[in-house]
């Protein structure tokens, strides 16, 4: 799954970690959904690989689609710190799971198992199967927090790693804020 959109910036590196990271808040909180209706959050998705919905999204469908995004983010949030998840959310994400997989297509071949949502193409059914992928993956052990908002990234660099979602939504704005409070405290 490739980006649409080529930029600079190395991005969240899992397509299941965008779609967390569709909130707008600055900070910790996360309050502002970064997609203003469901269709511009399927357009979103679709960019990350996911397929659109035969039907638009009820909304239903959108609360449980914003609770798998919370209680992952809660989930992932606590992993990235070096904490367990807790228990609710782990529990929910494991049922999660088990329904998916009830319903997905599964194929042995030749390289192995392949894992693909049932027919109908549900948004939640694609996205807890993205979450599937990214749990097994290797690169699951590099899952960052920005520290200043709530976005998480793979951080695929080494050393002291990188801190930031993005240079220009965080980085720099980070850099200035602690830049103007040493002047503050140098005055
Ligand atoms: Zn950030």
């Known amino acids: 799954m490739t980006k649409a959109i080529s930029r600079s910036e190395p991005g969240a590196g899992h397509p299941f970690l965008t779609f967390l990271n569709t909130v707008a808040d600055d900070g910790k909180t996360r309050q502002i959904n970064s997609f203003q209706n469901a269709t511009v ?3 979103l998705l679709e960019e990350e690989g996911f397929a659109a919905p035969s039907e638009p999204i009820t909304s239903t469908q959108m609360r449980n689609i914003l609770i798998l995004r919370e209680t992952a ?3 992932f949030s606590a992993i990235a710190a070096g904490r367990a998840p807790g228990r609710e959310d782990a529990l929910y ?3 999660t799971l088990k329904t998916v997989y009830q319903e997905a297509e599964l194929n042995i071949g030749a390289e192995g198992l ?5 027919p109908l193409g549900r948004v939640y059914e694609q996205l807890a199967l993205s979450m599937d992928d990214l749990l097994r993956s290797d690169q699951f052990g590099r899952i960052r927090e920005c520290r200043r908002c709530t976005h998480l990234f793979i951080d695929k660099g080494r050393g002291v790693g990188r801190r930031w979602c993005s240079m220009s939504r965080c980085g720099n704005r980070a850099k200035a804020e602690s830049f103007r409070a040493r002047q503050r405290h140098a005055a």
């Open 73 to 75: 983010y809660a989930a």
């Open 41 to 43: 959050l399927v357009r």
């Open 93 to 95: 994400l494991t049922e």
């Open 114 to 118: 392949a894992v693909a949502p049932s």
